[in-house]
């Protein structure tokens, strides 16, 4: 071959040997970016930022059933956990919507977490999201589900409370026809019918109250209210039965604090406070109404010297019905409700209410309002 010829021939050659070597790298390139893709777990575009702004729990899956995205909703409800999902519920439902690409959705209860008793109730979404991932949405309906065991709950207690009056009622009435002949056997029974119309009354007006305190229409007229007046008014209005017991009611404390809100219902809710230290105190103690404020709050405090509550009570006692000596609150009068009327009447004026007591040495239950001045809402009932 003529030596003119090599030259050219070898360096076509060359560029046909690097051509095809650049065309096998890239190919490889396109080939190890594809295998990247597949391997790393990315969703489309917008997804991330929509599953971080969801409030309720949002899970994206990938083919393998490994979580590539959880909102903190879902990660709080304890359904990841270890980038899988935590309940076998779950997963069922992520396969069966990957086998018909048909979006479900259920109304779980599951427990709340790899480990623990707590559980909850979930209404689930499952559906695709583009070819390969599988989207979850859960919306927690645990509170739901609580209101409505508490009204359940309710029902059979109020039925239980009245069934003792109403039965009693009857029962003396059948005794004053029998003993319609002896006069003093009828006064006998006419003062305990007496006693008993005026319990059922009582926790008919209790629940009544309740009922309107619960309403979110409750506190319809607020004005500030002065604190002093509102310690002394509850004071006379427990000063009779506290006399009869030899019990003093002394109060004391900052003056001139005020709050905002709705005067009766607040006398209620002192009042209440007062009656109950009153009945679970012994004859001759002394109960201390205390008020004071600072950094915007006004604190009122109700201590006694009575019996106590016992430490794994004091979570229940603001517990619709419940007592913590039954028997000293039937003998009484008590309906129970005292303590959640108070609960929910200082809830709905922006306040909390807490307890400190030990068995034996006495209780102090603390009233917590925001100042008259430091109410959000005291310029518009100005």
Do not use: C
């Not at 590539?68 to 359904?79: D, H, I, R, T």
């Not at 600072?294 to 109700?302: K, L, N, Q």
């Not at 040495?361 to 100042?371: M, Q, V």
């Amino acid at each position: 071959m003529d030596s003119a010829w090599l030259v050219p021939a070898a360096l076509a050659f060359g560029v046909l040997l690097g051509a095809g070597v650049f065309g096998i790298i890239l190919v490889s390139a396109r080939r190890g970016h594809r295998a990247i893709q597949v391997a790393t777990a990315t969703v489309p575009d917008g997804v991330d930022q929509v599953i971080e702004a969801l409030e309720s729990a949002g899970v994206v899956i990938d083919p393998s059933n490994n979580v590539v995205k959880a909102s903190p909703g879902a990660m709080a409800f304890g359904l990841v956990w270890n980038h899988a999902l935590v309940h076998p519920e779950l997963v069922a439902l992520v396969d069966k919507v990957r086998k018909t690409g048909e979006p479900l959705t259920e109304e779980l209860h599951l427990s709340r977490g790899p480990f623990g008793d707590a559980a909850i109730y979930l209404f689930v979404r499952v559906a695709r999201l583009g070819t390969r991932y599988i989207l979850l949405l859960a919306e927690d309906r645990t509170e739901s589900y609580r209101l409505d065991e508490v009204r359940r709950d309710f029902v059979a207690n109020i039925s239980h409370e009245l069934k003792t009056p109403i039965g009693a009622i009857g029962l003396l009435a059948e005794a004053l026809v029998s003993a319609s002949d002896e006069p003093d056997q009828v006064k006998r029974f006419a003062k305990r019918l007496t006693k008993e119309a005026e319990r059922l009354g009582h926790i008919t007006q209790e629940i009544i109250e309740l009922s309107r305190l619960q309403a979110a229409d409750a506190l319809t007229r607020a004005d500030v209210v002065d604190v002093d007046q509102l310690v002394a008014v509850a004071v006379d209005q427990n000063r009779v039965v506290a006399d009869a017991r030899n019990i003093a009611l002394v109060s004391g404390g900052d003056r001139h604090a005020e709050v905002y809100g709705d005067e009766a219902l607040l006398v209620t809710a002192l009042h209440n406070l007062i009656a109950n230290a009153i009945q679970y105190s012994p004859d001759g103690s002394r109960i201390g109404i205390g008020v004071s404020q600072g950094d915007g709050i006004v604190e009122v405090a109700v201590t006694d010297q009575g019996v106590g509550i016992p430490e794994d009570e004091l979570d229940r006692v603001f517990e619709r019905f419940f007592r913590s000596d039954p028997a000293r609150s039937r003998n009484t009068g008590g309906t129970g409700l005292g303590l959640s009327i108070v609960k929910h009447v200082i809830q709905n004026h922006g306040g909390d209410i807490r307890v400190w007591s030990q068995t034996g040495k006495g209780s102090t239950f603390t009233i917590r309002l925001p100042e008259a001045n430091s109410a959000p809402g005291a310029a518009l009932g100005a």
